[in-house]
């Protein structure tokens, strides 16, 4: 026999052998549910949410109870139960089974000692909780974010994206425009502000699918320069976001220097001189489609089954918030590389296809 030829193992032995990998060269974190409750301490930051929700007055249920049996569940507990649902993508009977087999998390969460709320009135709790709770979580995981050095604010890109209805019958939802390479989409758009170095939203707008994207540059902007004072120094956007207004309130107000495209042709060279050389930078705005991407396959971004703008919007916060909690746990454990990989920092995690 040729020195050269391959041997072949016994069949008959019966032994697996697996096929060559690529083997990653950094491990998983694995981390369960307690233990990113335990590292970001968001019992008490879910307390301090609904405190500050209940004193700005806005979709909490007054605390004086004068009928009724009283509350046994707080608004703090409901608020982490969703989180921690929209964060392995469970529904409402899935969390509840989950919390009534692991005690540990059920009193983590704030919930009494061997009492677990019922899936039917989860989901009304969440309900009248509104979106407005779930927004002030979002802000408040984002000046943690920009306090640990997470997020910069320095370099940021504005981009939207289309999400699709549940059903045509959605009241709030509408046409977007016809576009050659994704066609007509019925449903919302989620305008985003997000952090280049970072990949992670600052913040989010929403708006049926029919709006133009230039408008909402400027509160997303303003939001960002004022409130939490980000140090913003370049502006990225595509061609959707080009007009003189934009660029002259970019320069002036923000103080930014602006990458957005625009075509030659129309434009005199003296009034644009500054956006010359858009194309040796604009590459770097690929980064929101990338983060998009991510969102819709690993957080279900675009997978919505709700109905209305109220469950739409709170479903998109909600989504925005386990990013940023993902992204803020592999910092703190010191493996910030993981932060838009939630399969290798969340144990026991399942993405979106693999989960529905």
């Keep these: 026999m040729n020195d050269r030829t391959l ?39 879910a307390i301090s949410i609904v405190a500050f929700a209940r004193v700005s007055r806005r979709r909490l249920p007054s605390p004086n109870r004068t009928r009724g049996h ?7 507990s409901v608020l982490l139960i969703a989180l921690l649902a929209r964060l392995w993508h469970l529904s409402s009977r899935e969390v509840c089974l989950w919390l009534g087999k692991w005690p540990a998390l059920a009193l983590a969460c704030g919930l009494p000692a061997n009492r677990v709320i ?19 979580l979002s802000l408040a995981l984002v000046w943690r974010g920009l306090g640990s050095g997470l997020l910069a604010g320095r ?14 019958g959605d ?32 913040f989010f707008l929403l708006s049926p699918a029919n709006r133009n994207d230039l408008p909402f540059a400027y509160p997303l902007l303003w939001f960002g320069r004022c409130v939490l004072a980000l140090p913003i120094h370049i502006v990225r956007a595509d061609g959707a976001y080009w007009g003189k207004e934009l660029v002259h309130f970019i320069v002036t107000v923000i103080g930014a220097h602006p990458i957005i495209p625009f075509n030659r042709k129309k434009q005199p060279l003296a009034r644009v001189r500054q956006l010359v050389y858009w194309p040796v930078s604009y590459l770097a705005r690929a980064v929101i489609e990338r983060f998009f991407a ?19 919007l709170l ?25 838009l990989s939630p399969t290798r920092v969340l144990a026991h995690y399942l993405p979106v296809e693999q989960a529905l």
């Excluded at 019922?118 to 002030?136: E, I, K, N, Q, S």
């Excluded at 019925?186 to 970072?198: C, E, I, P």
């Design 315 to 339: 479903q998109v916060t909600l989504t925005f918030c386990a990013i940023l909690i993902v992204a803020l746990v592999a910092h703190e454990v010191g493996r910030a590389d993981l932060r």
């Design 118 to 136: 019922d899936p039917a009135h989860f989901t009304r709790r969440v309900r009248r909780l509104g979106p407005y709770p779930f927004w002030l």
């Design 294 to 312: 991510v969102a819709k396959r690993y957080y279900g971004l675009g997978t919505a089954d709700r109905l209305g703008w109220n469950a739409v």
């Design 171 to 202: 009241p709030d939802a509408a046409w977007s425009f016809p576009s050659p390479f994704t066609g007509q989409s019925f449903g919302s758009k989620v305008h985003v502000l997000l952090d280049r170095a970072a990949c992670l939203p600052l």
């Design 7 to 45: 041997s072949v193992g016994d069949p008959a032995s019966g032994d697996v052998v697996p096929p060559p990998r690529r083997q990653r060269q950094s491990p998983s974190l694995h981390l369960n549910a307690l233990d990113v409750v335990r590292i970001l301490g968001l019992l008490p930051l």
């Design 70 to 76: 009283p509350m046994v569940y707080s608004d703090a």
């Design 155 to 168: 370099d940021v890109v504005i981009d939207s994206s289309v999400l699709q209805a549940w059903s045509p």
